[in-house]
């Protein structure tokens, strides 16, 4: 196994609050960082773009790449819950169209009037 020493550096992170970003004169905090980049990481299979797994415990990281099954059922499950979210939002429209549709008043015309003009 090969080795790079890296540093753990900071990012800033500015607070916001009501949708409005405070900067300059804002709350700002300084979190942890670790950043890699390099061509080492492609030949490790690290593609841009490629999905990857993070598990963490104290003091360690473990980084890869997600397996073709691990990504399929990632993109299942993901579709699924987009699936069970359209539902969610169909029901939501169907029970206030049937609110509206409960909430119409029916007009009718007494069935002797049809009756009258069918015979003309």
Same mark, same amino acid.
């Given at each position: 196994?090969?080795?790079?020493?890296?540093?753990?550096?900071? $990012?800033?992170?500015?607070?916001?609050?009501?949708?409005?970003?405070?900067?300059?004169?804002?709350?700002?905090?300084?979190?942890?960082?670790?950043?890699?980049?390099?061509?080492?990481?492609?030949?490790?299979?690290?593609?841009?773009?490629?999905?990857?797994?993070?598990?963490?415990?104290?003091?360690?990281?473990?980084? +890869?790449?997600?397996?073709?099954?691990?990504?399929?059922?990632?993109?299942? +499950?993901?579709?699924?819950?987009?699936?069970?979210?359209?539902?969610?939002?169909?029901?939501?429209?169907?029970?206030?169209?049937?609110?509206?549709?409960?909430?119409? $008043?029916?007009?009718?015309?007494? $069935?002797?009037?049809?009756?009258? $003009?069918?015979?003309?």
């Amino acid at each position: 196994m090969k080795t790079k020493n890296i540093k753990v550096l900071y $990012s800033s992170r500015y607070s916001q609050s009501s949708g409005i970003l405070h900067t300059g004169s804002g709350s700002c905090s300084t979190v942890p960082k670790i950043q890699m980049e390099g061509r080492w990481l492609e030949a490790l299979g690290f593609t841009i773009g490629a999905p990857l797994l993070v598990e963490y415990e104290e003091g360690s990281i473990h980084i +890869r790449t997600l397996t073709a099954e691990e990504l399929a059922a990632k993109e299942q +499950r993901e579709a699924q819950e987009e699936l069970s979210r359209r539902i969610a939002e169909l029901e939501k429209i169907k029970r206030r169209a049937e609110k509206e549709a409960a909430s119409l $008043s029916m007009v009718a015309e007494p $069935s002797g009037r049809y009756a009258a $003009s069918e015979q003309q």
